[in-house]
């Protein structure tokens, strides 16, 4: 991973956090149409990363306001779904910062499968 993906996830944890501080706000506000671009935001940028767990969530966040909105009512059931958005998010950036950080030191790689060593087979 190159310093172009190091900077993107920079961004990607910049903009998250915005959005999700938002997400959580319209929330405390009950201002539905405030969920829908936000949670669109954070659905589309997890995504070009792949982290797709969180990009299900924010769908599901912004899918359920969307239809709220037609419907007049407060998505009060999303309440969990938006604190599960905050860890997930939080643990898959700490998973990226890990894969990315030049500090940790990884395994070398190996062949296919494991070594086998001599497990004293074929000794009297």
């Given amino acids: 991973?190159?310093?172009?993906?190091?900077?993107?996830?920079?961004?990607?944890?910049?903009?998250?956090?915005k959005s999700i501080a938002q997400i959580e706000q319209a929330m405390r506000d009950q201002n539905t149409t405030a969920l829908v671009l936000p949670a669109h935001t954070i659905k589309g940028e997890s995504r070009q990363l792949g982290a797709e767990p969180v990009a299900k969530i924010a769908e599901l966040i912004e899918t359920t306001a969307r239809l709220c909105i037609e419907t007049h009512r407060f998505p009060d059931e999303l309440v969990p779904h938006v604190v599960q958005l905050r860890t997930l998010f939080d643990q898959t950036v700490e998973l990226f910062e890990k894969a990315t950080n030049p500090l940790v030191q990884r395994s070398a790689p190996t062949g296919f499968g494991r070594k086998v060593s001599n497990q004293g087979f074929g000794r009297i």
């Fill in 1 to 17: 991973m190159g310093p172009g993906f190091i900077r993107i996830l920079s961004y990607f944890k910049e903009d998250g956090v």
